[in-house]
């Protein structure tokens, strides 16, 4: 029987009908939310920069918007998918690797000494895997799992020797300086393209294993990739140096010392701090000033200048991802995350669409890690693991607030901030509670053990108040009802 029908049974017996549920009203968010925080942000990285150095403040602005292009590709897969990766560093160092593989020129002798037996080895593989992909169209059953077996044993045989002779050519040429293959000796602002290709690629191949799957395996696939990709990049010395490191990689802006002698940038300095150097009080005391003045400026200038090439990245993968977000796409994709079963039921391919948004956000990551390794001019693969480049990133998002790619960025620039200034903020309230105490004691020694760690219970703390006074994050998805 039907609402009004019972109502008015109801009426008919004398009775009183029961009370219709009352909706629920979700309170709408505020305009203003959205620019207050950032406004609040930048007015934070200003103080740093006026109260303790204005190195420091960029550093963490660059840092920033680099961790903002991250936090958006995982929102993109989180967010509007609802799929748990738990792989963000291995997608960072695979950008951080097409980073050395674009930029670095080749070592000729290297692959004088080891590039033949390299490229057989590429030959032994495709043939294999091409091999392998015909077998299983063409037979079925244990016939096909026994050729299967017999092909990657003997494959293995083959190509063992082959490899392991051309790696160890390549990797005992001058392993002090090189020691690797190098690269193409190309612009390094490529690779971010080529980092968001290296990036899709391993997510197309996680995915296709395990996203048909329960959402659980996809968390432990991604994790497991990770740290293999970590593995090999530390241990393959040929392709990338390993822990020995790859360093002085090309930057697609001037360098501080060249700057420091261009006429018209020294012009420039000299003209804006007219002032203070007509103060000084001999050309020594003139000179002296200026030299700094100039080391400083170019220092800012340089970072500066990576911080307009990232604002561009970013402004354009935030128009993308906004773009898609309002798109019947982005529609679809918020309801499959909502309710599989009836987006299943009205003929979307669920596992297609996953896979589709698990490889562009892996993509994103990887051009973040492209560019997070321009930025430091160097590859070190030791220095990736899941604290930094993947529990981090995930606060990112969640404190940014999930689904909302403003959020996102918002989450990547505060979480970045609190992340560079919880030590030495942890640094100065140790000192400030043991300033009366006897260097000696138990308790002095223990408080000034965890001050550099202060940052991971301050991560911790700041977590734990987001979600227990905004479980939704600062800037919470809008929901948008058709």
Not at 215 to 239: H, M
């Amino acid at each position: 029987m039907s609402q009004t029908g019972a109502e008015n049974g109801a009426k008919q017996a004398g009775a009183t009908p029961p009370p219709a549920p009352a909706a629920i009203v979700r309170k709408p968010d505020s305009p203003w939310r959205a620019p207050v925080a950032f406004a609040a942000m930048g007015a934070a990285l200003v103080l740093v920069g006026m109260y303790q150095s204005w190195a420091v403040a960029l550093a963490i602005l660059n840092m920033g918007l680099v961790s903002a292009i991250m936090a958006m590709g995982l929102n993109l897969q989180w967010g509007y998918a609802g799929l748990f990766n738990a792989g963000v560093m291995a997608f960072t160092a695979l950008g951080g690797l097409a980073a050395v593989v674009v930029s670095h020129p080749p070592v000729m002798d290297a692959l004088s000494a080891g590039g033949r037996g390299l490229v057989l080895s590429a030959v032994i593989v495709i043939g294999l895997i091409a091999t392998i992909a015909f077998v299983g169209t063409q037979l079925r059953g244990r016939l096909r799992s026994f050729i299967v077996f017999v092909l990657v044993i003997g494959g293995y045989a083959v190509l063992r020797p082959i490899f392991g002779e051309a790696v160890t050519a390549i990797e005992s040429v001058d392993p002090a300086r090189t020691g690797f293959i190098g690269g193409l000796g190309l612009p390094i602002m490529f690779s971010w393209i080529v980092g968001g290709v290296f990036a899709a690629a391993v997510a197309w191949l996680i995915g296709k294993v395990a996203l048909g799957l329960r959402s659980d395996y996809l968390a432990i696939a991604t994790l497991g990739i990770s740290e293999i990709v970590i593995a090999v990049l530390k241990n393959e010395d040929w392709l990338a140096r390993g822990v020995k490191n790859v360093t002085g990689l090309e930057r697609p802006v001037p360098y501080e010392i060249d700057l420091q002698q261009t006429p018209w940038f020294i012009d420039a300095v000299t003209r804006f701090n007219a002032t203070a150097l007509d103060a000084a009080a001999d050309a020594v005391a003139r000179e002296a000033m200026l030299r700094q003045m100039l080391i400083d400026a170019s220092s800012a200038f340089v970072k500066l200048a990576y911080a307009g090439l990232f604002t561009v990245v970013l402004l354009i993968l935030l128009a993308l991802c906004v773009r898609a977000l309002n798109s019947p796409w982005g529609r679809m994709m918020r309801a499959i995350r909502d309710n599989e079963e009836a987006a299943a039921a009205m003929g979307k391919d669920i596992t297609a669409r996953h896979l589709q948004i698990f490889v562009l956000g892996s993509a994103i990551i990887g051009i973040a890690g492209a560019m997070m390794t321009t930025l430091d001019g160097q590859f070190t693969p030791g220095t990736y693991n899941p604290l930094r480049f993947t529990f981090l990133i995930w606060v990112m998002v969640i404190v940014g607030g999930s689904g909302n790619n403003l959020g996102a960025v918002l989450g990547g620039f505060l979480i970045w901030f609190v992340w560079v200034e919880a030590e030495p903020a942890g640094r100065w309230i140790v000192e400030v509670v043991s300033a009366n105490m006897d260097p000696d004691t138990a308790l002095y020694k223990h408080l000034q053990d965890i001050a550099a760690p202060f940052r991971l219970f301050v991560m911790g703390l700041v977590l734990l108040i987001v979600l227990r006074f905004s479980p939704r994050g600062l800037l919470p998805e809008k929901v948008r009802h058709s």
